[in-house]
């Protein structure tokens, strides 16, 4: 399944979405409340479903996302930022 990401800017909101399609996510955790701030690893992801989150993100808009790159985002908010700065290019 392919999540659609059709606002003109990418949001916490958006990458909630995905964050919760992909692998690896303990299911203990409240993507629900303030996520931004908390590190994936905070939030119950490894490396590998950071960079799966990231090739969900990259098929959704087009974009690419180096895996060195994902593994240095280790917010969803610097995620965020990231992706809005490449959506932007």
């Given at each position: 399944m392919t999540e659609q990401?059709?606002?003109?800017a990418f949001t916490l909101d958006s990458l909630r979405e995905i964050m919760?399609?992909?692998a690896g996510v303990d299911e203990s955790v409240d993507?629900?409340?303030a996520i931004g701030d908390r590190s994936f690893a905070e939030l119950g992801y490894d490396s590998?479903?950071?960079l799966e989150t990231a090739a969900k993100v990259e098929n959704a808009l087009?974009?690419?996302i180096?895996?060195?790159v994902a593994e240095k985002l280790i917010t969803p908010r610097s995620f965020v930022e990231y992706?809005?700065?490449?959506?932007?290019d």
């Open positions: 990401v059709t606002d003109d919760r399609a992909c993507l629900s409340g590998l479903a950071v087009s974009i690419f180096p895996d060195d992706v809005n700065a490449q959506v932007a």
